[in-house]
C-alpha cells in the first residue's frame, strides 16, 4: 500500500483570500495524479487529472501544478468563496494504472 | 448523461447483521470500484471490476464482504455480518477504461453505513 499525504488536514479562510495544498506522493513509478473535490452530501468529482511532470492545470479560479520527480502536487484556490468549502482529495496512480491511492484529504472552509 | 447511482443513501444495522448496497454505474463505464471511507481516512479500495469479472479485490475483507457485478452492469456489495469497524462511507465509482490512470473516475453519492 503506497502512503499519500495530504497537507494541512484542514483549513479555514476569508472570503476573497487564496489559498493552496498539498499532496505528496512517491517519486517512483509515477503514472497519473488526480485531484477531486467532495461537498458535503454530495459525489466526488473530478477536478484534474495530471500525468506529465511540470503539468500545470487551470479551471476557472482552481489551479494545479505537479512535479513528479519529488513527489508532490499543488492546489491553488484563487479568491475563495463559500462554495469552495469542500474535501479536496488527491489520489495516485502507479505504473501499470490500476489502483488508486487516495490521500486523506484537505477539508477547507471558506468563512463568508 | 446520468450519474453513477448508489442506494441506499443511509444504513443503520446493528452488528453481526448482514446488510447490502447497490451501484449503477454510467453507462458504457467498463470499470467499476467500491471504496471503503472510514471517517479520517481516504477512500481505500475494496475492489475493482472490469465489466464483470474482478481485477482486484486484493484489500476485501472476503470472510464478511463479497461483491458481484452482474452482466458488467450493476453492482452490489455485500457485509455479512457487520461489525462496528465497518461504518463508513461507501462509494461507487465507474471510469470509461480499464488500466490507465488517465481516465477520471465518476463516483456515486456514497452509502453511510453505521453499525451499532
Known sequence: ?112 | EAGVAQSPRYKIIEKRQSVAFWCNPISGHATLYWYQQILGQGPKLLIQFQNNGVVDDSQLPKDRFSAERLKGVDSTLKIQPAKLEDSAVYLCASSLAYGTGFYEQYFGPGTRLTVT
Open chain 1, 1 to 112: 500500500i503506497l502512503n499519500v499525504e495530504q497537507s494541512p488536514q484542514s483549513l479555514h479562510v476569508q472570503e476573497g483570500d487564496s489559498t493552496n495544498f498539498t499532496c505528496s506522493f512517491p517519486s517512483s513509478n509515477f503514472y497519473a495524479l488526480h485531484w477531486y473535490r467532495w461537498e458535503t452530501a454530495k459525489s466526488p468529482e473530478a477536478l484534474f487529472v495530471m500525468t506529465l511532470n511540470g503539468d500545470e492545470k487551470k479551471k476557472g479560479r482552481i489551479s494545479a501544478t505537479l512535479n513528479t520527480k519529488e513527489g508532490y502536487s499543488y492546489l491553488y484556490i484563487k479568491g475563495s468563496q463559500p462554495e469552495d468549502s469542500a474535501t479536496y482529495l488527491c489520489a495516485f496512480i502507479s505504473v501499470g494504472g490500476n489502483q488508486f491511492y487516495f490521500g486523506t484529504g484537505t477539508s477547507l472552509t471558506v468563512i463568508p
